[in-house]
């Protein structure tokens, strides 16, 4: 029997999701609290990898198994076990052939971002952040370039692993929530067919180039077409970067809405 699960995290205290020697890792403490629930040893495969200290919105997994329990039960009985910061939403039985990260047609992640003349205390972990007030229309502008079938070798981390560097971008919105007259969070939704290692997290930082008009948006077209990492901008931080999740065809019969997704800054 296969098995897909839906999970929540806070990625503060981990060192991303895939496992590690050290242990500190979601992956880690996910199958650890399933081998403590099940008596079993399960091995998991997950939809997207997320970095240190990135956030889970909606990661699924899938994983074979002999047991028999009904769906609640796998959800409270893994909790269970889990830490208070990765929690199992759902679970559902998918046929042999879904495959959580081979099945899915898109993946969709967004960044928040509070912009305030003071770093960020309540939200620290929780948001990225600039001191620096940002233009909503140069963004969207700068986003345009982005959109559809490129070679985002600009945007790859240099540990990348991926075959290739074409990726398909389908949307980008970028939203501004004012807090005061001096702050605002910013959200930077993202969906595409799939993403290169620290790709959305190189983006931001062209984007934070642009709004503060350090750059016009064109140079992000340039930055695109440049093909080299060393035109775009440093990394930014992990901090505000949250997995909202994969994207799969209905026939699946998965959750496509993520709860979690309105408790955000």
Request: one cysteine or more.
């Amino acid at each position: 029997m296969r098995l897909a699960m839906g999970l929540s995290y806070n990625g503060q205290a981990y060192e991303g999701w895939q496992s590690q020697l050290s242990g500190r890792t979601v992956q880690d403490r996910f199958e650890d609290a399933l081998q403590k629930f099940t008596q079993t040893a399960i091995t998991t495969h997950c939809a997207g990898r997320t970095d240190t200290g990135v956030h889970g919105l909606m990661q699924v997994v899938h994983f074979d198994t002999e047991l028999t329990r009904d769906m609640y039960s796998w959800v409270r009985g893994t909790n269970a076990f889990l830490p208070d910061d990765i929690a199992v939403q759902w679970v559902r039985e998918v046929p042999d052939t879904f495959h959580c990260r081979g099945s899915a047609i898109a993946r969709r992640y967004v960044y928040v971002m509070l912009e305030s003349a003071v770093r960020p205390s309540v939200d620290v972990g929780r948001v990225g952040w600039v001191y620096r007030p940002l233009n909503l229309k140069n963004m969207q502008e700068a986003a345009q370039h982005l959109i559809g079938e490129h070679d985002f070798t600009s945007f790859r981390a240099s540990s990348c692993q991926a075959l290739s560097p074409v990726k398909n971008m389908t949307r980008i919105d970028i939203s501004r929530k004012s807090t005061s007259p001096d702050s605002a969070y910013w959200r930077f939704e993202f969906e595409a067919n799939a993403f290169l290692h620290h790709m959305i997290r190189n983006l931001m930082g062209c984007f934070v180039k642009v709004g503060s008009g350090e750059h016009a948006a064109p140079w992000m077209a340039e930055v695109l077409h440049a093909k080299n990492r060393n035109a775009a901008a440093p990394t930014f931080s992990p901090h505000g970067l949250y997995f909202l999740g994969p994207v799969y065809e209905a026939h699946w019969g998965l959750p496509s809405k993520t709860p979690a997704y309105d408790g955000l800054p």
